[in-house]
């Protein structure tokens, strides 16, 4: 199983652009099938997946030990991979009441979602073409702590804000989970009825649902202050959103260029 690829990108800084090369973590859409039923479908890394199920059954308390895991069978599939399981007679029960009930609640991992024919849902919108230079980055990045008080405070919490084409941030949000500090700012943005004029910043890794988020709010450009994973950027590439991560004061990585704006 490959856990990187390489990939090609560009790195801007206040005065240059030049190209280079950056390994990327693989990310794919794993479906957890426990006694035949779709459970779970994670975002992850593939490799110890055996080893991740066992784990994953005890932490959601569908098993009490690792002898109530029984058959895991791992196998690629067109959208992703499979992992299929058996519990203990023991444990057999559990697992038709939880699936009548649950909702998923693990932050890896997608709301709601059982198989991985659901994952990939329709985009309504194309990204509009990025009007923000290569100077209203760093702007953003070096005014955003000043919108970040509760991370401030404790150190342990992620933003997401929405900055205009100058670089100025025109609304931020905070919280524990970085999934849920972005569904705030897009809340937030829908709720006012404004559009995000230059570009989306977050504080963390770019993944999958982060992608598929900002296209939903319709932003021109992610820009993530981590490194996004290899499916990030094949849904960015698919719908033509731009996106830069590793985004620091003296350097942005440039992983996807629709517009050939950082030529």
């Given amino acids: 199983m490959s856990t990187s690829r390489n990939e090609a990108i560009k790195i801007l800084r206040p005065d240059s652009i030049t190209a280079g090369e950056r390994a990327i973590a693989v990310e794919v859409p794993v479906a957890i099938e426990i006694d035949g039923l779709g459970y779970a479908v994670m975002m992850m890394t593939p490799a110890d997946l055996a080893e991740f199920t066992t784990g994953f059954l005890l932490t959601e308390r569908l098993a009490d030990s690792a002898d109530d895991v029984r058959d895991i069978d791992v196998f690629e599939a067109e959208a992703g991979w499979i992992v299929r399981v058996g519990l203990s007679e023991r444990c057999k029960g559990r697992i038709h009441d939880r699936v009548r009930h649950r909702t998923s609640d693990t932050s890896c991992g997608l709301c709601g979602i059982s198989g991985l024919e659901q994952i990939r849902k329709p985009v309504p919108q194309t990204p509009p073409k990025p009007g923000t230079p290569v100077d209203a980055l760093f702007a953003a990045l070096g005014g955003l702590r000043a919108h970040q008080p509760l991370n401030a405070a404790t150190g342990a919490i992620h933003a997401a804000a929405a900055c205009d084409r100058e670089g100025r941030i025109v609304a931020a949000y905070e919280d524990v989970g970085r999934h849920n500090a972005l569904d705030k700012l897009v809340g937030g943005i829908a709720i006012t ?54 985004a620091r004061s003296d350097a942005i990585l440039v992983v996807n260029d629709p517009w050939e704006m950082f030529a």
Avoid at 213 to 228: C, D, E, N, Q, R
Wanted: proline fraction near 6%.
């Fill in 193 to 246: 009825g404004q559009p995000i004029a230059g570009f989306i910043l977050v504080t963390s890794r770019i993944s999958f649902e982060m992608v598929d988020k900002a296209l939903i709010a319709g932003a021109p450009m992610l820009v993530g202050i981590s490194a996004p994973t290899s499916l990030a950027i094949d849904h960015a590439r698919e719908h033509g959103l731009t996106l830069l991560a590793l």
